[in-house]
């Protein structure tokens, strides 16, 4: 099984936003690092940029299993279906990531708390220092 830790974080939130992907397999090893600058938006929008590139990644590397952890309960809850999508902005990345979805098949969700989420918000913090 892959799994995928993504983050997103803006400072100032709205503010100058990045994401980081963290990707591994089941003995540990490092399948991807990414990570992106988004320019001004919201922590939420970052997370859910975040989930959108985890995909997105797994789709364009034919994975049909995947862990994806976050440590956004808003954004796990929301692709678990049991929160609502009630921001309109946030609507079209959560529609865009169901997609991807299932295009990959099985996909589990699972919030983790942030200390055990380091490395993807290390790589959102590179996305964030890269709007500069």
């Keep these: ?3 995928a830790y993504f983050d997103g974080g803006a400072r100032s939130n709205p503010g100058p936003a990045g994401y980081g992907v963290y990707i591994v397999d089941d003995q540990g090893t490092v399948l991807a690092e990414l990570n992106g600058a ?3 938006a ?3 929008i970052a997370e859910y940029r975040g989930l959108i590139a ?3 990644w797994a789709v364009d590397h034919d994975v049909t299993e995947l862990n994806v952890k976050g440590d956004s309960l808003l954004i796990i809850e929301q692709m678990r279906g049991n929160y609502k999508v009630k921001n309109e902005g946030l609507r079209p990345l959560y529609h865009q990531a169901r997609m991807l979805v299932m295009q990959i ?3 589990k ?3 983790v708390p942030r200390e055990k989420n380091t490395d993807a918000d290390r ?3 590179v996305g964030m220092d890269a709007n500069v």
């Design 1 to 3: 099984m892959i799994t």
């Design 38 to 40: 988004l320019g001004i």
């Design 42 to 44: 919201t922590n939420n």
């Design 54 to 56: 985890a995909l997105q």
């Design 105 to 107: 098949g099985n996909v």
């Design 109 to 111: 969700f699972e919030h």
């Design 123 to 125: 790589l959102s913090n």
